[in-house]
T-cell receptor, first 115, second 111 residues
């Protein structure tokens, strides 16, 4: 299995631009998570889906952030408009409910820089 | 509000010695605690977990201890190896599917 796939790996954009991050979870996994990593706050859970349905988006910082999961093999995290404070590494992870959610498999992350 | 705290941002240990990474939590609803390991430019990978009803779990060189009364857990690595150099994240699980992570501790194992 290829694992969780994220694209792009690096994104540099200017303030005010729209940014779209993409994720392909491991086939058969029914949970998908979006995290943001910063030095100050560590790994923050932004939103997660179960069977393509958003379950908890309480970690989404502002209305500028939105996430979708149109099918079991694809999810996007969009930031519009982007701001310099959004600069961070964004991770996507997936897991199987049968494992009790104890083990999440992370993608390699997208490093976002907003100038 | 940080529900999971890793107060030591970094730790340096000599190869062959014991590494002890600490984690404190505030949420009494956590039913599992997990440690993840992260190398640069990679995503975190699962290392070891412990149920809230246990006080110890061991897997090879890695042992996790849980002290519920103190709301504290620790990860022991014995013996430490250079390949263990990474960032270690502690996490608590509740609602059966949600993980709350700490800020991480960077471990450096030197020869």
């Amino acid at each position: 299995d290829a694992g969780v796939i994220q694209s792009p790996r690096h994104e540099v954009t200017e303030m005010g631009q729209e940014v779209t991050l993409r994720c392909k979870p491991i086939s058969g996994h029914d949970y998908l998570f979006w995290y943001r990593q910063t030095m100050m706050r560590g790994l923050e859970l932004l939103i997660y889906f179960n069977n393509n349905v958003p379950i908890d988006d309480s970690g989404m910082p502002e209305d500028r952030f939105s996430a979708k999961m149109p099918n079991a093999s694809f999810s996007t995290l969009k930031i519009q408009p982007s701001e310099p404070r959004d600069s961070a590494v964004y991770f996507c992870a997936s897991s199987l409910s049968a494992s009790g959610g104890k083990e999440q498999f992370f993608g390699p992350g997208t490093r976002l820089t907003v100038l | 509000d940080q529900q999971v705290k890793q107060n030591s941002p970094s730790l340096s240990v000599q190869e062959g010695r014991i590494s002890i990474l600490n984690c404190d939590y505030t949420n009494s609803m956590f039913d599992y605690f997990l440690w993840y390991k992260k190398y640069p430019a990679e995503g975190p990978t699962f290392l070891i977990s412990i149920s809230s009803i246990k006080d110890k779990n061991e897997d090879g060189r890695f042992t996790v201890f849980l002290n519920k009364s103190a709301k504290h857990l620790s990860l022991h690595i014995v013996p430490s190896q250079p390949g263990d150099s990474a960032v270690y994240f502690c996490a608590g699980r509740y609602n059966t599917d949600k993980l709350i992570f700490g800020t991480g501790t960077r471990l450096q194992v030197f020869p």
